[in-house]
Structures are given as structure tokens and as C-alpha cells.
């Protein structure tokens, strides 16, 4: 049973419709008695980091979380700012992180060696595989994804990165330790590059 984290943010309802869609048993947990009986979490997360971390403790949720994930060693996907949110800290806010990987979250910039972009990051961009990993089987190395974001996971373990993505710099768009993952885009909008990585995540 996938359990689809529901603190008040992120796309819910379009996650848990490609998990029925693949008849894969999936539920929305909004609070910590929802959480018994799972095999696995969707973390998802839209908008700004200090609101979600607030939003996440106040769901009454965390403790069982962090038990789940570090306790029972349950495997835990967190999207967009679900993934900025298992780092230690993050430059849009003041809030720690849930600190369950070893990273920070940095912003954007207007530009990086004179070429311009634009924030936030917004459309489809590929990402470039560095290891392989479950999660990614059959999604082809320059897969196309949808992102929306204007900070980037910054990873301070460079074997944790499963996947890069250049947007004026190259940045962390897939990454794994042990039983905790993250995306920084939104499988749920990316067609079937995401269909299929969210099938693979329930399958680890």
C-alpha cells in the first residue's frame, strides 16, 4: 500500500490517479492514523519551503514519518518541494528541513557565466543519468520531464545523485540514499517517463 502524504499542499489528487490507474493499491493519508498498514510514502509538495515544513509539523504527522522512514525503513519518494524538503535547510526560508538527506536547497540565479535564464525553471527540461538505480529502469537517459521551481536541491554527497539537469547550471534532479528519493520535477505531469517512474517506485 502507497500512502500519498496529504499536509495540505501538493498535486493529491493527479498522483494518486496514476497509481489507481495502474491498479497499484494507493491511499491519502492527512493524518498519523492513516499512516499504519503502508509499504511506502509519497511525499509531494507545491509552493514555498518555510509554508510546507509548517504545514507538514502541524499535519501531526512528522513523528511517524521519521519513524517510518528511519525506523521501519520504508521507502519514501518526496516530489518538488517534498524532495527540497528532506535537506537541512533551504535559502527561500528559515525553517530546518526535515533533514533526512544531507543537502541544502539553493536559489536560482538571474544568471550563471553571462547566460540568462528565466525563474522560476517552468516546462519540460531533460535529465542526465549518473547511476543507475531501480527507480529509473526503462526511462531513457535524456528523458523529458516538467518541472516548476525556482531553488534546486543542492547535494553535499555526490553519490547520491541518480540524475543531473542543466538550467544555467546543472543541478540535482533525481536523488537517492538508501530507502529515501526524490525528484525535483513532477512525475505526475511528465507523461509516461513519469508514469513509469512512479510504477518503478512502487515496486522497490
Request: proline share 2%.
Amino acid at each position: 500500500m502507497i500512502s500519498i502524504i496529504d499536509y495540505g499542499l501538493g498535486n493529491i489528487q493527479a498522483i494518486y490517479t496514476v497509481f489507481k490507474n495502474l491498479n497499484i493499491p494507493v491511499k491519502i493519508a492527512s493524518n498519523r492514523n492513516d499512516l499504519k498498514n503502508i509499504d511506502k510514502i509519497i511525499l509531494p509538495g507545491v509552493g514555498a519551503f518555510d509554508y510546507a515544513m509548517e504545514k507538514l509539523e502541524k499535519s501531526g504527522m512528522l513523528d511517524s514519518l521519521n519513524s517510518l522512514v528511519f525506523n521501519d525503513k520504508k521507502h519514501v519518494l518526496g516530489i518538488c518541494v517534498g524532495m527540497q524538503m528532506l535537506a537541512l535547510s533551504s535559502e527561500e526560508g528559515k525553517r530546518s528541513g526535515l533533514g533526512w538527506l544531507n543537502a541544502d536547497v539553493k536559489k536560482f540565479l538571474p544568471s550563471y557565466n553571462s547566460a540568462r535564464i528565466s525563474i522560476p525553471h517552468m516546462g519540460w527540461n531533460n535529465i542526465k543519468l549518473q547511476f543507475e538505480n531501480a527507480i529509473l529502469q526503462g526511462i531513457d537517459s535524456n528523458a523529458y520531464f516538467y518541472f516548476l521551481h525556482s531553488f534546486y536541491y543542492n547535494s553535499h554527497d555526490e553519490n547520491n545523485i541518480l540524475a543531473i539537469t542543466y538550467y544555467g547550471k546543472n543541478f540535482v534532479s533525481v536523488v537517492n540514499q538508501d530507502n529515501i528519493y526524490g525528484v525535483q520535477f513532477h512525475p505526475e505531469k511528465s507523461h509516461q517517463s513519469g508514469i513509469q517512474l512512479l510504477k518503478n517506485f512502487s515496486e522497490l
